[in-house]
């Protein structure tokens, strides 16, 4: 079974600095996928970045951008010029390839991050 | 983008009570989910369904729940004796078929908060 670890409960930092979230995970599969999902005050689940295995470039969207180091089974989130909108709690997932049973299982969630950007 | 639907977006029922927690996943997606999620606490799998089965479960997912496609488009998550400590956010999930797929990736639906007195 895989496992997925936030160390973080809560981090808090001001407008526009940079921010890095920390995940690290433990799996024996090869092939799987990682990540970031957001999560604000509505509840919604909003899928931030996305990282697959088998890439070894770091997954970027605008602002956020990924540390993916496979060997170490770390897979960090790191948000630049940070902004209010950003104030959410924060759950790295992983997920098997499907051809590994991923279908199957879906996703496997951290405990979050709750991270609070400050004007 | 294509959405998953999820209704109600909050159902309030009486302890003991059968409640259905309603979701229309994405048309061609094939992998369905549902999860659940107790207030500030992690988002927890419960159960996976593919080919109109059951794939896999979690110990959450006892013999009170239920899943059904009862008409090809709806997935419904059933309750039947519901408990204090079933109040939660429940969301629903889809997945398109994982080789080959543009975005491997789960789609949530906005959630459905369960309140039990």
């Known amino acids: 079974a895989q496992t997925v670890t936030q160390s973080q409960p809560e981090m808090s930092v001001q407008e526009a600095e940079t921010v890095t979230l920390s995940c690290t995970y433990d799996?024996?599969?090869?092939?799987?996928?990682l990540f970031w999902y957001k999560q604000p005050p509505s509840r919604q689940m909003i899928l931030v970045i996305r990282?697959?295995?088998?890439?070894?470039q770091n997954a970027t969207e605008n602002r956020f951008s990924v540390n993916f180091q496979k060997a170490a089974k770390s897979f960090s989130l790191k948000i630049s010029d940070s902004q209010l909108g950003d104030t959410a709690m924060y759950f790295c997932?992983?997920?098997?390839?499907?051809?590994?049973?991923?279908?199957?299982?879906?996703?496997?969630f951290g405990k979050g991050t709750h991270l609070i950007i400050q004007p | 983008e294509p959405e998953v639907t999820q209704t109600p977006s909050h159902q309030v029922t009486q302890m003991g009570q059968e409640v259905i927690l309603r979701c229309v996943p994405i048309?061609?997606?094939?992998?369905f989910y549902w999860y659940r999620q107790i207030l500030g606490q992690k988002v927890e799998f419960l159960v996976s369904?593919?080919?109109?089965?059951?794939s896999e479960k979690s110990e959450i997912f006892d013999d009170q729940f239920s899943v059904e496609r009862p008409d090809g488009s709806n997935f419904t998550l059933k309750i039947r004796s519901t408990k204090l400590e079933d109040s939660a956010m429940y969301f629903c999930?889809?997945?398109?078929w994982g080789e080959g797929a543009r975005d491997e990736k789960l789609f949530f639906g906005s959630g459905t908060q369960l309140s039990v007195l």
């Open positions: 997932a992983f997920m098997k390839h499907v051809n590994s049973g991923g279908g199957a299982d879906g996703l496997t």
């Open positions: 999930a889809s997945r398109a």
């Open positions: 369904f593919y080919n109109n089965e059951i």
């Open positions: 990282q697959e295995a088998y890439k070894q």
């Open positions: 048309s061609n997606h094939l992998y």
């Open positions: 799996t024996s599969e090869n092939n799987y996928y």
